[in-house]
């Protein structure tokens, strides 16, 4: 056991440095600071022309050999999307490295501290999943601010196309107005139409890069009117009101769910609570539950019992509208 923990720990060291080392190559290499001097010297339009171009195609990793190494995992093109989506920088390389590192660290202090390989491994990989956790948290705080901005988005498109002005004009407006989430998926929209992209194939890759439904409804009713015609103003119009429609209804469901997330909050909340109080009422007593074996296999029951509750309980709150 003394072996798998050294190694483990040389491992996590390891990772480390390599970590630290891929992320400061750009600041130590000489010529990758002219390149980043030079690329400061372009226009605006040229670097927003730029920016676009790399998030789409962005590596895995800032490393050719271990990029083509982690291009051969399907699940990591899930990852490299999601960080995409929640607006994290750094390549998936480097997520999943942290992910290694925070797992290697975890089964190292559970291993210390509980001696035990059976919680020792749940333990690992619960702080290995922590930057995932993360950034599906950013994801989804990112995404309800889009569809917050996106009614507003629409209404503007469509005064600006009653107005007189050009579709991708009033995509560019929406740009120009709102800030991120959406003011940025649209200007990289409107850069991949000025890059000479079709407006129905940058429309899908807005609806690919951006999880939103609406989005979804909103760039598929523009694609029709495109290929049968019609009134999109009046499209845009519709399409808003039934967002706003979507949200008052969203608040009368979470009003009649806040019990039963109540009720849950006190169900997960009180073993924890109980535990904590009797750790320091009679410590002997609950350390038995740490030092024993049989206490030890409870307490891994308890801990996976609790986890099939909390999500039968988010199972039953949760309505998709």
């Not at 890059?195 to 807005?206: P, S, T």
């Amino acid at each position: 056991m003394n072996l798998i923990i050294t190694v483990a720990v040389f491992i996590a060291v390891l990772c480390i440095l390599e970590g630290v080392g891929f992320m400061l190559r750009n600041k130590w290499d000489p010529e990758a600071r002219r390149v980043q001097r030079q690329l400061k010297t372009l226009s605006d339009e040229t670097e927003i022309h730029q920016t676009t171009d790399i998030t789409r195609k962005r590596p895995l990793s800032s490393v050719p050999s271990l990029h083509a190494m982690l291009a051969r995992i399907p699940q990591l093109s899930r990852i490299d999307n999601l960080l995409i989506q929640s607006n994290i920088k750094y390549p998936a390389s480097v997520f999943l490295l942290f992910s290694l590192l925070l797992g290697f660290l975890g089964f190292y202090v559970a291993q210390l501290s509980l001696k035990t390989l059976l919680l020792s491994l749940p333990a690992a990989a619960l702080l290995g999943l922590i930057p995932y956790f993360v950034a599906s948290a950013k994801k989804r705080q990112r995404m309800r601010k889009f569809e917050r901005q996106l009614p507003d988005a629409l209404d503007l498109v469509a005064r600006s196309l009653r107005a007189g002005h050009a579709f991708s004009g009033g995509l560019q407006m929406v740009a120009d107005e709102f800030d991120d989430p959406l003011g940025t998926e649209f200007q990289r929209t409107i850069a991949q139409i000025n890059l000479g992209v079709g407006v129905e194939q940058a429309l899908k890759n807005l609806a690919d890069r951006v999880d939103c439904a609406d989005l979804k409804f909103f760039a598929v009713s523009v694609i029709i009117q495109r290929e049968s015609g019609g009134n999109l103003a009046e499209i845009l119009e519709s399409i808003s009101n039934l967002i706003r429609g979507r949200f008052k209804l969203r608040g009368k469901i979470r009003t009649l769910t806040a019990e039963g997330k109540l009720s849950a909050a006190i169900l997960i909340g009180i073993p924890i609570f109980v535990a904590l109080a009797l750790s320091f009422i009679n410590p002997d007593y609950i350390r038995v539950l740490s030092t024993d074996p049989t206490g030890k296999l409870l307490v891994a029951a308890a801990l996976i019992m609790m986890g099939l509750g909390i999500a039968w309980m988010k199972k039953m709150i949760t309505l998709k509208v």
